[in-house]
């Protein structure tokens, strides 16, 4: 964690209601996920936000989760390095962060580097990692591992297909929306111009 002092005033009340946001539920779902996804080898962490952004803060796990997204060798992260230098682990957080992209989290849903290594706002991690499962179980390649109702699946599309013969048929219809005619006169119209008589 960065070494800073503490907050006062706006900035203070500003912190104070990012960190109400966190949800200790969501984290324990996002642990056993992190968990089953890559393997028992992985050490669980302590309960509580500061040992969640610890456990993640280097970023290899964050890269050995979307690489267990693919299939084994063809991950978007090439090399996982375990150095303990700032640097070296904000690196591998961007690096995360731009898989996780073009895995299909949008880029609203993505937290920034520094909202990790410094903990300053660890609610946009937890949405991040819930977008991240949410892609997996949609996309339902066979590398998601846990029970699928812990992320909600996304809307896929639905693309129609019409003939020819369909669209043209439709052009000839006049639909309710553009509105009616049926009824319409001119009656008490007065011409372009003239003022309007109000009694």
């Known amino acids: 964690m960065a070494n800073r002092g503490p907050s006062y005033g706006l900035s203070r009340e500003v912190q104070e209601k990012i960190d109400q946001k966190y949800d200790t539920e969501l984290e324990a779902r996002l642990v056993d996920w992190i968990i089953l996804q890559l393997g028992e080898t992985v050490e669980r962490p302590q309960p ?48 995360f962060l731009r898989s996780a992209e073009a895995y299909g989290v949008t880029t609203t849903d993505i937290f920034q580097t520094v909202d990790l290594w410094e903990g300053k706002d660890m609610a946009a991690v937890q949405r991040t990692l819930m977008a991240l499962g949410s892609v997996a179980v949609t996309k339902d390649e066979g590398f998601y591992k846990g029970d699928p109702q812990w992320f909600h699946r996304k809307a896929q599309a639905h693309r129609r297909e019409f003939s020819e013969d369909q669209l043209r048929q439709s052009q000839t219809v006049i639909s309710l929306q553009m509105g009616s005619n049926k009824g319409a006169s001119q009656a008490g119209m007065t011409g372009y111009g003239m003022h309007r008589q109000i009694m």
């Open 48 to 95: 509580g936000k500061s040992h969640f952004q610890q456990w993640l803060m280097d970023g290899t796990i964050l890269c050995n989760l979307i690489n267990s997204l693919h299939s084994s060798g063809k991950g978007p992260v090439r090399k996982i390095s375990e150095s303990k230098m700032a640097f070296k682990q904000m690196e591998q957080i961007s690096e």
